[in-house]
């Protein structure tokens, strides 16, 4: 990868090997619209009828507006699929390198790959010869997208390896026994003699039964903190009877009082609680 084009006779070798791919090889890439939500109100935009998927509108237009031009995944392209497989074999691992500081500085292998696939670009676009011969694209790739192209191919290699020699199993497209007659209609549909009364908005209401389904759900239910009060009677336990110290009878009976923490029994003082 020397110098900043490729000589005449690397053209003319790079030309015969484009015209021994196949015709799925060489035709132009296409790019798929990326679809966008409706946006509305006054987040609305306006509508730009455009050709779908053409590089020279939506590509280029990204890499004219834009700081930088749009990157696509290496399987997008079958030769650019091909390079990148060469450029990982070729750099397997990291590079390790002194500084003028003398520490230890490391290149990511990513980064390796994607400067040696750049140096490949730029000779391809300075050399008119292939320019014209040839329809090769090699478009801009970055780190994001070259590493998760070589984790699914990884991973897909993963799973046929796993596969290989595994015989699954063939689920039948069709049941071996025959399935149930379908359930017949009947000519007439069946009669109420229950009448209805329909109102303006739709609703049906049923003369006398639905006072009767209340009346009964009415008898029925009861509130919760009705049936806890219940409850808490039947558990609870009874409560103490005090009794008076003077008569030796319940507080509770007739003519007991307290005022201010003195009480009063009518069998045993001599006057009344009102003088």
Not at 10 to 23: G, H, T, W
Request: glycine share 6%; hydrophobic share 30%; charged share 20%.
């Amino acid at each position: 990868m020397n110098g900043l084009a490729v000589t005449n006779a690397e053209a003319r070798e790079i030309i015969s090997l484009y015209n021994s791919l196949l015709d799925y090889d060489k035709k132009p890439l296409v790019f798929k619209p990326k679809p966008m939500r409706p946006l509305r109100w006054r987040f609305a935009r306006t509508k730009k009828h455009h050709d779908q998927g053409l590089v020279t509108v939506e590509a280029m237009k990204r890499c004219f507006l834009s700081a930088g031009s749009p990157s696509c995944s290496p399987c997008k392209s079958r030769i650019v699929e091909a390079l990148f497989i060469h450029l990982c074999e070729r750099f397997s691992k990291p590079r390790r390198s002194t500084g003028l500081d003398g520490q230890t500085q490391y290149t990511s292998r990513w980064k390796l790959i994607l400067t040696a696939y750049q140096q490949v670009r730029a000779r391809l676009h300075n050399s008119q010869t292939l320019l014209e011969g040839v329809y090769i694209t090699l478009y801009n790739v970055n780190e994001s997208l070259l590493s998760q192209w070589y984790k699914s191919s990884v991973r897909r290699t993963e799973i046929r390896s796993l596969m290989q020699g595994i015989s699954l199993p063939v689920i039948p497209a069709c049941t071996t026994s025959h399935l149930p007659d379908p359930k017949e209609k009947s000519a007439s549909l069946p009669s109420s003699s229950t009448l209805h009364q329909f109102h303006a908005t739709g609703q049906a209401i049923v003369r006398g039964a639905e006072n009767e389904i209340l009346r009964q759900e009415s008898t029925e239910m009861s509130s919760r903190t009705t049936e806890w009060r219940h409850r808490k009677i039947h558990f609870s336990a009874p409560k103490r009877v005090y009794n008076c110290r003077g008569c030796n009878k319940p507080m509770t009976s007739g003519g007991h009082t307290q005022f201010r923490g003195q009480r009063y029994c009518p069998h045993v003082e001599t006057i009344t609680s009102n003088g």
